[in-house]
């Protein structure tokens, strides 16, 4: 099958990779094109434009940052959708609102094609390990054909019904993480202030009802003032400031998620944007 593969970030490029590894034909395209030098050194072929990514392929894979970068790369000039004709299938697996995969998915059926919105839960290292879990919605044809596809790239997957719900989902996840990050951070701020030690702090955390493999790997990191990029700071608080348009949307309050949103904001004028997202502990004070 010949797959192309958009956007060779810290996920995209692992998610790549195993595709090619699995002994698929990948056209892989970036924004900067030198990203596509080590795989095109493994041999994947280099498209120019999205657009020739699309033509050259039988079913086409997004990874892009934010919803700006997701409909950029298929409206701008050589996007995916002048090469959407009938019979070609695009799956965009950006975290994006539902509302951007509404709209992407419903001008790529007008175009004759297929549209299926995956995104994903999971980080830098299951995208290595092929170990993401793969929440898709939309057309269920395209599902079904890329099932091979997504046992490469996850450990589990799930078909969630119409466009927006994988996105909808996505979001859930996130902003869950997200505040269980600013809570660990602040509790070893806490903890500090007590005269408390972080090891015997995350110690007590395992044994009991809270314990959970996102502590088990960030609290030592947080504690170490170490913060290796698996997830980007400037990622997170993009989806937690998603999540909250979309309470918005259906009139949910969300309280606890604008209170971390703000933590992160903090973060990022304290510059730990590129940072992993656990850098927020460093603005907490952790």
């Known amino acids: 099958m010949k797959i192309a593969f958009l956007g060779l970030g810290i996920m995209g490029r692992p998610m790549a990779e ?5 002994g698929h034909e990948l056209i892989v395209w970036n ?9 095109e050194r493994k041999g994947a072929v280099i498209a120019v434009t999205p657009a020739a990514a699309v033509a050259a392929s039988d079913i086409c894979i997004a990874m892009l ?13 050589a996007g995916v959708q002048k090469a959407i004709i009938p019979g070609k299938s ?3 697996m950006s975290t994006v609102d539902p509302l951007t995969a509404r709209t992407i ?14 995104p994903v839960s999971g980080s830098k290292r299951p995208a290595e390990e092929g170990s993401l879990v793969i929440l898709a919605a939309g057309n269920r044809s395209l599902y079904e054909d ?3 596809l997504f046992n490469l790239l996850g450990k589990k997957h799930l078909y969630l019904g119409a466009t927006g719900q994988g996105g909808a989902m996505k979001l859930l996840v996130n902003m869950t993480m997200g505040g269980m990050m600013t809570l660990l951070c602040e509790a070893l701020a806490l903890g500090k202030r007590c005269d408390l030690n972080a090891e015997e702090i995350l110690e007590v955390f395992a044994a009991g ?27 997170m608080q993009k989806d937690l400031r998603l999540a909250i348009a979309l309470g918005d949307e259906k009139q949910q309050p969300l309280h606890t998620v604008a209170t971390a949103n703000e933590l992160y904001k903090q973060a990022l004028a304290d510059g730990c944007g590129e940072l992993d997202f656990s850098a927020v502990g460093q603005s907490i004070g952790a």
């Open 18 to 22: 195993n595709l090619l590894a699995a």
């Open 31 to 39: 924004r900067t094109a030198e990203r596509c030098k080590p795989l």
């Open 65 to 77: 940052a934010d919803p700006e970068a997701a409909s950029e790369v298929v409206f701008g000039d």
């Open 90 to 92: 695009y799956i965009d």
């Open 105 to 118: 998915g419903r001008e790529i059926e007008a175009a004759g094609g297929r549209f299926l919105e995956a």
């Open 146 to 148: 890329a099932l091979p």
């Open 209 to 235: 009802a809270i314990a959970n493999p996102m502590f088990a790997m960030k609290g030592p990191k947080i504690a170490a003032a170490e913060h290796p990029v698996n997830f980007p700071l400037k990622h």
